[in-house]
């Protein structure tokens, strides 16, 4: 079986989802196990036999800018018991300084008073002194205590810090801190003052000083109060530091070049003195003293190569990348292939913590990720094993047992007898079966389908044409389309208009056709997926529509394209243009033509019969034009494209107000403007088909007003929440009203209103139907607010046009190029500035 992840593919759908839940159990285990061996302290001693598994592979030559002065055995046997006294330190700091030194580190402790400290002073004011201090363990309130150095000596000392190492839980050395104290007083370690000396130029060294500059600022490492603990990388040559015994400098036979311009350090090795501690490298080494301790520190702080340990959040998130590769794994590898994955992914866990120690000096124990892997490995094996079981079971015993939903032929008696791989194959035999009646069952429903259909793989390629397609492409003489590209198949498809008929998409698709045939090309998918209307080489007219094939994981898998013939719809329209035609010119005429005849027999005969007559004429006929009149602009503007532009609402209003002044003005009634836009109200808009809506507003509350009223349009913004404002044109008479009942019929067809109590009012009832399909069609809003006696209010809501910028279109007076009336298409998208 082919490696995927389409695991219904692999096991179906019931044994996808259980395989799907399989999985996801068993990595909620391995994450478990990971955050387990992470966050407590269960695998804290198979991390530091980790650790020191890799220092034991550490080489890092020690710096020849450090000088050990060894009180050891030799020493003690020369000099006498320790301790000596201090006239003793004295003449090894007066020899030191004489020998120039860059500084001297005295890790002793003169915590008590005696006659030499003057002395012992003088001698280390001579040369740049640091000396030690020593922190007792916290009592019980969390302070504690500095053994420090006596006063002369302190005073001398160019700084002093702690000497305090602590051993982790193994009693092995491995870090130390930087800074210590408590709540009231916080001392660094003996290094940090020296080398903060170094990297300001008051202590210079020999060799190197440039080297010690560049080095990163580690004692920075945690923020203000924290300890700053690093990971000191012990090495095999963590000894072997120039030395000389201490006797050997009192007696002068250290040469003086040795301490000349680099740092001495003075510390106790002998055996005697109790001051060695534990390294990770103890087994090759030996218990390390100290003073070599601190050596190591110093080292590491002029190197900048201190090794900081990685915090457990970021080492459960980097634990948790092999943890989800073998997860990935399990989904498409065997069994041998996932084990030797687990072991793969174990061993780039153990390489990559020695990559990070050693490049780039970070301690990320790999124990936790090489802990759920191996943890995962057999817990998933055994689940997968079981589960593959149950499903083969459970699944092919149900696809036999349940009815299928295409006809088949019945069944043979005891068809799945005999042993289970015997019944399991059977079973499988039938699966097969169902799925070539599924094939059969899919062409046939293709075939069926009257229109043209073709089906392309992802290339656009033709894998099927169905039967209607085959007879297109015969009556048009051409080859069939399978095996073909879909560009190639239909390239004598001439190109006539986009569906949406924006002139933007017209003119892209026009030049560049036939390139939006390729289904691959990506710039065309949205303009072929909305559909085109094509014309091929008989005349005839199709709309070419393609369609993405996906699988159930959404991913595409080829494309479908359908043809649509169109011609016969085309035949209505342009029918249905002559039936328009014929209400606006060939009826509108003869109503005219009566109406002159009216005028001029009115004048010629005075008799009361005959005016009276005239009258009724002349009232039919013009109420005849006035509904073929509103029908045909009703028409129009339900089914004629747009001709949209920037347009100030207020401006319209202001036309629409002109329009219907005479017959305001005959019955006294005033029409008030309150604009709150300050210009700002820009709409995108037919400018005539508007200003028709407005003035079909105004029409109507002028008839149904009693006269010495007021009609006031107010145009204002509306904010919206989460979107772009609204302009808003309120339109409110002191008319008649409109009784609730009736409001909901109010933009229907032929529906009047008042048409018994007010029979003078004439109309044909399509006003308020144009009204709601203009701004409908203009992605507005029209609202009625009535109360009999009370007057109505008409409220349009319309979008507020911006400009490319976002912002509110300016004033049309002050657009040089013309944007401000430049044509858009019904979408409101506008074109090139200089398309007029």
Known sequence: MPTTLDLRARYGRSAGRRFLFEWLATGIFGVVVLIVAALLPVTASLDHV??????????????????????DNASIEQLGRW????????????????AHPAAVVYDVLFTEPSPDDQALARAFAEAPTFLPVLLSPADDTGMRQALRPVAPLAAAAVAIGHINLEVDSDGIVRSVALFEGDTHSRWPQLMVPLWRSIRSGQVKLADGTEAARRAPDITRVGGPGSEARFLVPFSRD???????????????TAPPEWFRGRIVIVGATASGLYDRFATPLSGALGPLPGAYIHANVLDTLLRGDAIEPVSRPVTIVASLVPL??????????????????????????????????????????????????????????????????????????????????????????????????????????????????MKRFVWDSLDSVPEPILVADRRGA?????????????????????????????ADLAFVKTIDGSPEADTFARAHWPAPLDPTRPEYASLMEEGVEVRDHEERDHLLRYAKCTNAEGEQTGWIAGLVDVTALHEAERQREDALRLLSHDMRSPQASILALVEIERARNESPHVQGLMQRIERYARRALELADDFVQLARAESQPYDLRAASLGELV??????????????????????????????????????????NILNNAVKYSPANTHITCTVALVPVAGADSRVVCTIRDQGYGIPLDQQAHL??????????????????GLGMAFVKTVVTRHRGDVTVQSEPGKGTAFTISLPLFLDETGGALPDEDEDEDGDAHAPMHEHGEKPDAHAD
Not at 238 to 252: C, E, H, P, T
Not at 657 to 667: G, L, M, R, T
Not at 747 to 764: I, L, Q, T, W
């Open 747 to 764: 933009f229907e067809r032929f529906r009047r209103f008042h048409a018994k109590d007010r029979p003078e009012v004439s109309g044909a």
């Open 238 to 252: 963590a000894q072997r530091y120039r030395k000389v015994s201490f006797a050997q400098v009192l007696a002068g």
């Open 462 to 490: 033709v894998l099927i044409a169905n039967q209607a397609a085959r007879a297109h492409f015969a009556r048009l003489g051409e080859a069939l389309p399978e095996g073909r590209l879909m560009r190639d198949a239909l």
């Open 83 to 98: 301790p000596w006294p201090r006239s003793m330190h004295a003449r090894l700091a007066e020899a030191l300084a004489k």
């Open 654 to 695: 202001i036309d629409a107000s002109d329009e219907v002044w005479p017959q305001a003005h005959a019955k006294h009634i005033q029409i008030d403007h309150v604009f709150e836009d300050d210009g700002s109200a820009w709409i995108c808009a037919d400018r005539s088909l508007m200003t028709r809506t407005l003035v």
């Open 324 to 437: 989800a590769l073998l997860l990935a794994g399990f989904l498409v590898l065997s069994p041998v292939r996932s084990f030797i994955l687990t072991a793969v992914l174990a061993a780039c866990a153990l390489v990559v913590g020695a990559a990070l120690l050693f490049g780039a000096h970070r301690w990320m124990t790999p124990v936790p990720a090489i802990l759920a892997l191996v943890s995962l490995y057999p817990v998933w094996s055994w689940r997968r094993l079981e589960m593959t079981m149950a499903y083969l079971r459970k699944e092919l015993q149900q696809l036999a047992d349940e009815p299928n939903l295409l006809p088949e032929a019945p069944r043979r008696r005891r068809e799945f007898s005999g042993d289970v791989l015997e019944r399991y194959m059977a079973l499988m035999a039938q699966a097969a079966q169902r799925v070539q009646d």
């Open 50 to 71: 980790v650790y020191d598994s890799y220092l034991r592979l550490n080489s890092r030559a020690p710096s020849p800018d450090i000088v050990m002065v060894e009180i």
